[in-house]
């Protein structure tokens, strides 16, 4: 079996990496198709996969810009998948699902936010999906019909314990004392526009009250105020997930380090305009109490929250107690897009049938 995966961010070379490294050793042969952001080229450093570039250039945040971007890259993947022949395309990006109707290969297209938080690429990409994979708390609208849910999170396809172990010493000394991890997103997708996030303001109250009890580390997408730059992470990107798994606490405006902290039993704040707005966050946070989501227009409460979490003994002995009974509930989602990817799509339509398969791979 051949494939394709297409990645359009650093979270999704962790999400789909694992799930490459088995199906090659199985035999199958495959490629990745990306498009350069933030750190993922760096990431590609830790697996020498067989990749191309889709967009190495940044384009602007207009839509007659994304439109012309995705045209692009539809025309640039679809010349690879004519030369390179794949028998199944899965991603995060709508080019798979564009290709793959035009192509009439099968497209699996994986994705975590409601339909209704990334409304433009749900409008561009599910309709010419074969099928989609979401979390059973995600909602994907009108094209529920064609949706793959399970019972987990994309962060659990490379932060699972069976597939993570966290490492203190690369965590390049910071383990050896308390810290805090400060994260700020870009907040520049198509999804994001208006949205507001942490403020330089914000970010220098909660700097004041974090660092009488411990070390300050920020991990930024964004270009960082002078200010700031001298609590600027500078270790390997790669080792991103230990340095976050032992951290005392992390508070970011970022929706994916957010869920990282969660599945690791690490303590977060999340404070942006998302909040209550995407199921999957909702349910680390009211039905597993391991994160708290603040709106953005409310910076005195996320700094209230901030002391109650300073004050309070035994905060990251429970987000990991917490974490602990989220995972008797959630599966493994390497070992499950595995399995259905080795035999797609009938395994793929088996488990849309009947969601019990999933947990399987609990």
């Not at 010419?128 to 994907?140: D, E, N, R, V």
């Not at 997708?189 to 330089?200: E, I, N, Q």
Request: glycine residues 6%.
């Amino acid at each position: 079996m051949k494939f394709i995966f297409v990645l359009g961010h650093p979270a999704h070379f962790h999400l789909f990496k694992n799930t490459f490294v088995r199906l090659t050793k199985e035999g199958h042969q495959g490629l990745i198709a990306y498009r350069s952001k933030d750190v993922l080229e760096n990431l590609f450093r830790e697996h020498d996969f067989p990749r191309m570039n889709l967009q190495c250039r940044e384009r602007r945040n207009n839509k007659v810009s994304i439109a012309v971007s995705v045209i692009r890259r539809d025309w640039k993947l679809g010349k690879i998948a004519q030369s390179f022949k794949p028998d199944v395309m899965a991603g995060t990006s709508a080019e798979i699902a564009h290709v793959g109707r035009c192509l009439r290969i099968p497209a699996l297209v994986v994705n975590e936010d409601d339909a209704q938080v990334v409304p433009f690429f749900a409008k561009v990409a599910y309709p010419f999906a074969t099928h989609i994979l979401a979390p059973s708390s995600c909602s994907t609208g009108k094209w529920a019909s064609k949706t793959i849910f399970y019972e987990g999170y994309h962060e659990l396809a490379y932060l699972h314990p069976r597939e993570f172990t966290p490492d203190r010493g690369k965590t390049e000394g910071l383990a050896s004392s308390r810290f805090f991890l400060i994260r700020f997103a870009k907040l520049e997708a198509h999804h994001d526009k208006g949205k507001r996030g942490l403020s330089a303001e914000t970010a220098r109250a909660l700097i004041s009250r974090l660092k009488e009890f411990g070390r300050v580390v920020i991990s930024s997408e964004r270009v960082l105020d002078p200010e700031f730059e001298t609590f600027r992470y500078r270790g390997d990107p790669a080792n991103m997930h230990h340095v976050l798994s032992f951290a005392d606490l992390l508070i970011a405006d970022s929706q994916t380090m957010t869920a990282e902290a969660a599945v690791l039993g690490t303590p977060s704040i999340r404070f942006n305009d998302f909040v209550g707005r995407i199921g999957y966050l909702e349910e680390l946070e009211h039905h597993y109490g391991l994160t708290c989501g603040i709106p953005a227009g409310e910076p005195s409460r996320l700094l209230e929250k901030t002391d109650d979490f300073l004050s309070r003994p035994g905060v990251k002995a429970d987000a990991i107690a917490k974490r602990n009974r989220m995972l008797k509930d959630k599966i493994n989602l390497t070992e499950f897009m595995t399995w259905i990817l080795e035999d797609y799509p009938s395994r793929a339509r088996a488990a849309q049938a009947d969601r019990s398969i999933s947990c399987r791979f609990l």
